[in-house]
């Protein structure tokens, strides 16, 4: 028996015994139960082709149950607040965004102006208004409802260029939408989040303009400068980089969840389906806006990736600027996992699907 079965059974017996102490009434007890069976799970997935994607994921569940199990060492140590890491990390996660790109990746706005044009308005048209609806009809309190709206209204993260790739869908397309609607976010986001989620919590547009231009703007400028200058002349950082990302994005949602636990205890449920609503719809309505205007189903597939996924970590640092990151950063920090989940399952289903399309994206040299 390899590592890897051995490690299915262990999280098996795991769960069982987790659900087992749930249901009978001892669900603090659970807490072990429940940490161990993801980090089980996360081992045993690495044996299988298939569900290799998903072991970061489980490995994020492992980590946010733990903070949800113990809050307290995920506060403070001493007298430092560990939330004060969480700018800084997306700092040098932006900066690795930016290392990973080159200028040539914003010149398919020149190559695809209208695939990029359909991405980038429809994905600032549907996210912030599928937010703004959901939050509105949800009870929650403002805070926490506003935080919905501020995953909406935010850019694309870079897992859907991975999730594109996967897809079989127009990655260069990817790429440019992620980078002309990241490089917009300074503007975009902090207008959108004061017409839309003013009435929810007091939103300072100027500030919050600043806080994603010394988030995003001057890191993936120094990342792009970084690349220019010393492009494969660094490997051990080309490598480093997509660890140190994943890190820090599970650093700081295991941090948010730790500070927004009593409220994600009484709401989490139902946080987490509006949240999988907002991800799916931005899924299908991306798709149906490349339909509408006759887009080949490749671009569809990539304009309904980029629209579902948003920059979820970027959201958590807007939350953490604005001194709300228990209430308002507990959307974006449920939005980043789950969008991981689901954007990998669309990847396999359309991956099995042919596009119609092969051929001619072969000789138009997209393909990367």
Not at 119 to 147: C, D, K, W
Not at 275 to 286: A, E, K, P, W
Request: charged share 10%; with cysteine; hydrophobic share 50%.
């Amino acid at each position: 028996m390899n590592i890897y079965k051995l490690m299915s059974g262990v999280a098996a017996v795991c769960l069982l015994i987790a659900l087992y102490l749930a249901f009978t009434g001892s669900l603090p007890s659970a807490g072990p139960f429940f940490i161990a069976f993801f980090l089980s799970l996360a081992i045993s997935f690495r044996g299988y082709e298939k569900l290799k994607g998903f072991t970061y994921t489980t490995v994020i569940f492992a980590a946010v149950t733990t903070a949800l199990y113990y809050p307290q060492h995920f506060l403070t140590v001493g007298d430092f607040k560990l939330s004060t890491l969480i700018t800084p990390l997306i700092q040098i996660i932006m900066f690795g965004m930016g290392t990973s790109m080159s200028f040539g990746d914003f010149v398919g706005v020149v190559k695809m102006p209208k695939g990029v044009l359909i991405g980038v308005v429809s994905h600032f048209i549907i996210m912030p208004t599928i937010g703004y609806t959901l939050a509105n009809i949800s009870g929650f309190p403002p805070e926490i409802a506003a935080g919905i709206i501020l995953i909406g209204c935010s850019p694309n993260g870079m897992a859907s260029n991975v999730i594109s790739y996967l897809a079989k869908a127009n990655l260069a397309l990817s790429i440019t939408i992620t980078a002309i609607s990241t490089m917009l976010a300074p503007i975009v986001t902090p207008i959108l989040m004061s017409m839309l989620a003013g009435a929810f919590v007091k939103i300072d547009t100027l500030h919050m303009m600043w806080d994603i231009i010394k988030m995003v703007i001057i890191p993936i400028g120094a990342g792009l400068l970084f690349n220019k200058l010393f492009s494969g002349k660094v490997k051990w950082l080309d490598a480093a980089m997509p660890l140190v990302s994943m890190g820090g994005i599970a650093f700081i949602i295991v941090i948010i969840t730790a500070a927004g636990r009593d409220s994600l205890l009484s709401i989490g449920p139902a946080l987490l389906l509006l949240v999988l609503i907002h991800n799916l719809s931005g899924y299908t309505l991306g798709y149906w806006s490349g339909r509408l205007f006759r887009m080949s189903e490749r671009d569809c597939r990539t304009i309904a990736i980029e629209v579902g996924m948003q920059n979820g970590g970027l959201a958590s640092g807007i939350a953490k600027e604005m001194g709300k990151m228990a209430t308002v950063g507990l959307a974006p920090a449920i939005f980043g996992p789950l969008m991981n989940i689901t954007g990998s399952i669309l990847a396999s289903w359309w991956q099995g699907k042919p596009t119609g399309d092969e051929e001619t994206y072969v000789e138009t040299g997209r393909a990367h």
